[in-house]
């Protein structure tokens, strides 16, 4: 049995170590699944020495209190059991809560055409589900096999700005021994990963790409947010526009 180090009353229970998930997989989440849906998504990064100025920012922005988040994340791909196509799920274990719990999330494909490519913002199918703590046993038995683990520790904003969007802020680290999070090693340090996104439907997520699109404009001098598969790297007028945040506590309009 693998405990869970950040909260060692919880247990993992873990036994001995194409884009979509079998039919067979999906049919075994349990636990109030939620249907397939989309979400539009944009990622940046920040130098952690900025990232006080950018929850200033944040918190200016969108009038509510931050939420902390520290995320256990397991990526698991399936066996030769499972079929010749490639399939990768995550397990997420939300270490913040009282009591730990656990989401399984598969990510689709990104929306084709004409039209996303002229939009910086992807629009992807995601699949989620509550699961119990026995769920890593579960796709074990499945025949998944575990690939990495990342923890990510940082903080998170959640408003209603045109969409519900959500903001999260996150230093990620890997783990060097199996489901060892209190030994987690930043992957990039000095470097923080930078998320928004917003749930759409096929209705509306023109409407939810322009709202994100207005949001992220007010980011813009401390940080590019694009499509989470291009890298641009840190932006040259962050450190004035940290300055300037600092030196007033986010009454400054950028």
Not at 10 to 30: D, F, I, Q, V
Not at 128 to 148: I, M, Q, T
Request: glycine fraction near 8%; charged fraction near 20%; aromatic fraction near 4%.
């Amino acid at each position: 049995m693998i405990t869970c180090k950040a909260r060692p009353s919880t247990s993992l229970n873990h036994p001995e170590s194409g884009r979509n998930p079998p039919l067979a997989t999906l049919s075994l989440w349990k636990l109030r699944t939620k249907a397939t849906k989309m979400e539009c998504v944009v990622r940046g990064i920040i130098e952690t020495q900025h990232v006080e100025a950018l929850e200033i920012l944040l918190q200016g922005l969108c009038g509510v209190q931050r939420e902390r988040l520290k995320i256990h994340e397991i990526c698991l791909k399936n066996g030769p059991n499972l079929g010749i196509v490639s399939s990768e799920v995550r397990l997420l274990c939300d270490l913040e809560q009282a009591e730990p719990t656990w989401t399984v999330r598969h990510v689709g494909g990104p929306m084709r055409g004409a039209g996303a490519d002229q939009i910086s913002i992807l629009v992807r199918t995601v699949v989620e589900s509550k699961a119990s703590k026995n769920v890593l046993r579960l796709f074990y038995a499945l025949g998944y096999k575990l690939d990495h683990e990342l923890l990510k520790v940082g903080f998170a904003f959640h408003f209603q700005r045109g969409a519900k969007i959500a903001v999260t802020v996150s230093s990620v680290g890997k783990m060097l021994k199996l489901h060892a999070t209190d030994e987690a090693v930043p992957v990039t340090p000095g470097i923080q990963l930078v998320e928004v996104t917003a749930p759409a439907t096929s209705e509306n997520y023109a409407e939810v790409v322009a709202a994100m699109s207005s949001f992220c404009e007010y980011l813009a001098p401390l940080l590019h947010l694009s499509k989470p598969d291009i890298s641009t790297g840190v932006v040259p007028t962050a450190a004035a526009a940290a300055a300037s945040l600092m030196s007033d506590g986010g009454g400054t309009t950028l």
